[in-house]
């Protein structure tokens, strides 16, 4: 690996099921108000929670679980018809205070990191762009990170992720539920998935409401993959 992790030692993990290599890469704000705290919780054994690695504002990457252990960060999920997220994905948290104490942009050198992290991540693994997703993404019900102010399309630019771009001029979809779906995500909340998906792919509409552009957006994201 070209960076340089600081280790730790986080209790929260087990093994991975036999023969399983990671194939889904989850992004996550910590959401808490200091990275101290993050750093606390997820190397508590009460929290039952941990992640692969964890990046501070200022770009400091935290090595926290082994690659090869199954750390516990994605809770109840689903992607692409897998529920057993944590066996089949590495998670990275990124230090932000989230939605619930002053939500902010994810400043460039931390992004910088996170992007040749997730580049070798990637290539280790050989993780396709659409399994590069974020903890709303496989949990729409119950979680919003790393949200609308995170830069996906950016990272897409880098290799990392898909972008929708440019947007189809025609909706091509026989069933916008089913296609969400077929994409990946669990539709069993409607309103909370395409909220997931807008957060992701659409930052600056975010309403939970299925209107021209959002099924466009899905459209042409499946053209992609």
Known sequence: MGLT???FSSPNFNDRPKDIVPNILV?????MQSLDQALQRLMSSN??????????RK???????????RAWHAGVSYWRGETDINSYSIGIELENP???FGYS????GQMSVLTELCVEVMNKYSISPENIVGHSDIAPRRKKDPGELFDWKSLAQKGVGLWPEPILNKITL???DKSLNDFGYEVVDLRSTITAFQRHYLPDTVSGISDATTQKTLA???SLV
């Open 47 to 56: 929290s039952q929670v941990s992640a692969h690695y964890l990046i501070s």
């Open 5 to 7: 992790p600081a280790e």
């Open 174 to 176: 026989e069933s916008f």
């Open 59 to 69: 770009g400091e990457i935290f090595k926290l679980v082994s690659e090869e252990k």
């Open 27 to 31: 992004i996550h704000y910590t959401g």
């Open 105 to 108: 942009k994810f400043p460039r």
């Open 98 to 100: 989230g939605h619930e």
């Open 220 to 222: 042409t994201l499946m």
